[in-house]
């Protein structure tokens, strides 16, 4: 939830469903049960939004060294958890740039995987 200046803004699912306009009703449904919840006093949303994001399509993030440059370093693709996985991706780019091994196999996650 995030204060705007004319309410609040409740968010939170994700839905994989094509290139259509069309919500998922239920799923508006459950934010707004989820949010009186939290807050009763909230009232009931007077509007829906909807956008496109990319996303890639095994769900995994792209990290590794490009193949056309080795000083390109490749950390995208969180997939909504750019915040989240922020602290290990900067560790593993970090490394890459001063040639230590990262905490990881990489191989998972290799740009050239696709």
């Not at 469903?17 to 069309?22: A, C, K, T, V, Y």
């Not at 590794?64 to 969180?78: D, K, N, W």
């Amino acid at each position: 939830m995030t204060p705007m200046d004319d309410g609040v803004r409740v968010a939170g699912t994700v839905e994989l469903g094509g290139f259509s306009d069309e919500r998922n009703r239920s799923l508006i449904d459950l934010l707004t049960f989820s949010s009186k919840r939290a807050l009763p006093s909230l009232q009931q949303p007077d509007s829906a939004w909807l956008r496109f994001r990319p996303t890639l399509p095994d769900g995994v993030p792209v990290l590794g060294r490009s193949s056309a440059s080795e000083r390109v370093i490749y950390a995208f693709g969180h997939q909504h958890l750019g915040l989240t996985l922020a602290g290990v991706s900067g560790r593993i780019v970090s490394d890459l740039i001063a040639r230590r091994a990262p905490p990881l196999d990489l191989s998972r996650y290799a740009p050239t995987r696709f």
